[in-house]
Each structure stands twice: as C-alpha cells, then as structure tokens.
C-alpha cells in the first residue's frame, strides 16, 4: 500500500484544514486508517483511526474538533480540522495497518505516507 497526503498549510488559530490520503492498491478496504502527527522535537502522536466500516477512534486532544472519515471507492482518507489551535502544529501523516482499531500504536503501523505540514499561528 503506498499512501500520499495532502491538504497541509498555514492556518490562524480558530481555523479550518482538510487533510486527504490516497492510497494505492486494491486491499484498502481491509486497513485500519490513522492519522498521526509530530511536532518539532516530539515523539509521533496518534490523531484519528477509521475502520472500513467507518468505526472511529480520536485521541482526546483532538475529540470533538476533527472528523475522519474514509471513501474506499475512491481509497482516501480525510481528515477535517476544526477549530485548529497552535498546538496542532506538526507534520501529519497518514497511516495503514490491520492491528484493532483501538490500537493506535505509532510502532506496530504497516505502511506510511510522506507527511502533510500544518502549521497555526496564534
């Protein structure tokens, strides 16, 4: 599975951003999709997780202010942010494995896109 993100940019604080991820390969369906994100000098911190069924799963700094959701016909992943603070500031990257969804482990992740940066300003 090859993955691309896109939809990165510069946004103020209060901000909107949607990210997409198209993934190749015809077996998109049967992943676990995850976004994670890394800011400057941190540790890789899970975001957002979708099953095929679109069963979600959110880290609780992000609950309630972004949505993902997957089209497996068109095999992409979205993720919409809202109400975007600084702190959300960092590379994004997409994700594939088919470990449980409530498993949002950054080392047991089969396949990585290149990253997406987001940036807010205050």
């Known amino acids: 599975v090859q993955l691309q993100a896109s939809g990165g940019g510069l946004v103020q604080a209060g901000g909107s951003l949607r990210l997409s991820c198209a993934a190749s390969?015809?077996?998109?369906?049967?992943?676990?999709m995850s976004w994670f994100r890394q800011a400057p000098g941190k540790e890789r911190e899970f975001v957002a997780r979708i099953r095929w069924s679109g069963d979600t799963y959110y880290a609780d700094s992000v609950k309630g202010r972004f949505t993902i959701s997957r089209d497996n016909a068109k095999n992409t992943v979205y993720l919409q942010m809202n109400s975007l603070k600084p702190e959300d500031t960092g590379v994004y990257y997409c994700?594939?494995?088919?470990?449980?969804?409530?498993?949002?482990?950054?080392?047991?992740?089969?396949?990585w896109g290149k990253g997406t940066l987001v940036t807010v300003s205050s």
């Open positions: 390969g015809r077996t998109f369906s049967s992943y676990v």
């Open positions: 994700a594939a494995d088919r470990k449980s969804l409530y498993y949002p482990d950054y080392r047991a992740i089969d396949y």
